[in-house]
């Protein structure tokens, strides 16, 4: 469907989707690891696309795309929610309802397709257990630090700073520190890595939500050291 869309969508004088190309519907192994490839197919422009084509097609056709683009709705609020720098500032905020919309279609889906007894038909009538359960943890991780942050601590939430650098930096201080090519470390290469981390590298991200205004410190810094 994403294909047949691009392609009509190429024999258009205004495109409706400026930013689409044949790397994004036809990615090489490197590519499929960009998530602004993703990003593009699962849009507000993506769902635009999606809309027009439909609108261009038989009322059986329009039928078939139904479903796709009520996919696409739910996706494009995930990518535009997850790249928005507006803070959550209380639990009453309107995407945050909306989040949670999406989230249940998802399962809906989900539980609609398990009843059937059939795993092949489960198999093909799902996404991924990977991409569900990524879901799941993104739902209910972000929904977790809202209960902490916005909630208990009275501190905003930017949806935008959210990432994974602090476990990256780690990682790759670690094979930077020692291990060099080393993807399998044992315990004891492990440990001595983390201690030198802990003691002296900076693994905090200045994109974070922890609201850092000065150059992050060494874990190690201002640690009391008791007397000898």
Same mark, same amino acid.
């Given at each position: 469907?994403?294909?047949?869309?691009?392609?009509?969508?190429?024999?258009?004088?205004?495109?409706?989707?400026?930013?689409?190309?044949?790397?994004?519907?036809?990615?090489?192994?490197?590519?499929?690891?960009?998530?602004?490839?993703?990003?593009?197919?699962?849009?507000?422009?993506?769902?635009?696309?999606?809309?027009?084509?439909?609108?261009?097609?038989?009322?059986?056709?329009?039928?078939?795309?139904?479903?796709?683009?009520?996919?696409?709705?739910?996706?494009?609020?995930?990518?535009?929610?997850?790249?928005?720098?507006?803070?959550?500032?209380?639990?009453?905020?309107?995407?945050?309802?909306?989040?949670?919309?999406?989230?249940?279609? /998802?399962?809906?889906?989900?539980?609609?397709?398990?009843? =059937?007894?059939? +795993?092949? &038909?489960? !198999?093909?009538? #799902?996404?991924?257990?990977?991409?569900?359960?990524?879901?799941? /943890?993104?739902?209910?991780?972000?929904?977790?630090?809202? =209960?902490?942050? +916005?909630? &208990?601590? !009275?501190?905003? #939430?930017?949806?935008?700073?959210?990432?994974?650098?602090?476990?990256?930096?780690?990682?790759?201080?670690?094979?930077?520190?020692?291990?060099?090519?080393?993807?399998?470390?044992?315990?004891?290469?492990?440990?001595?890595?983390?201690?030198?981390?802990?003691?002296?590298?900076?693994?905090?991200?200045?994109?974070?939500?922890?609201?850092?205004?000065?150059?992050?410190?060494?874990?190690?810094?201002?640690?009391?050291?008791?007397?000898?």
């Amino acid at each position: 469907m994403w294909i047949d869309a691009f392609t009509w969508d190429r024999l258009n004088t205004f495109k409706s989707h400026q930013k689409l190309t044949s790397e994004h519907i036809f990615p090489n192994g490197a590519q499929k690891m960009r998530n602004k490839l993703a990003y593009d197919c699962l849009n507000e422009d993506m769902l635009h696309l999606m809309v027009s084509y439909a609108a261009s097609l038989s009322p059986a056709g329009q039928e078939d795309l139904s479903q796709v683009i009520e996919f696409l709705r739910r996706t494009s609020f995930l990518v535009n929610f997850f790249l928005d720098s507006r803070p959550v500032k209380c639990k009453n905020d309107q995407r945050l309802t909306t989040l949670r919309e999406a989230y249940d279609w /998802f399962k809906a889906w989900e539980s609609e397709v398990c009843i =059937d007894e059939d +795993v092949h &038909k489960r !198999h093909r009538g #799902l996404l991924t257990m990977e991409t569900r359960e990524d879901l799941d /943890f993104l739902y209910h991780g972000f929904m977790s630090l809202v =209960d902490i942050c +916005v909630d &208990k601590l !009275h501190i905003p #939430l930017v949806p935008s700073r959210l990432n994974s650098d602090v476990i990256e930096n780690i990682f790759c201080q670690q094979r930077a520190i020692y291990h060099g090519a080393n993807t399998n470390p044992n315990y004891n290469e492990y440990r001595t890595g983390i201690n030198s981390i802990i003691l002296g590298q900076t693994t905090t991200s200045r994109k974070s939500n922890a609201g850092i205004k000065e150059p992050a410190k060494p874990f190690a810094l201002g640690k009391p050291v008791k007397p000898h």
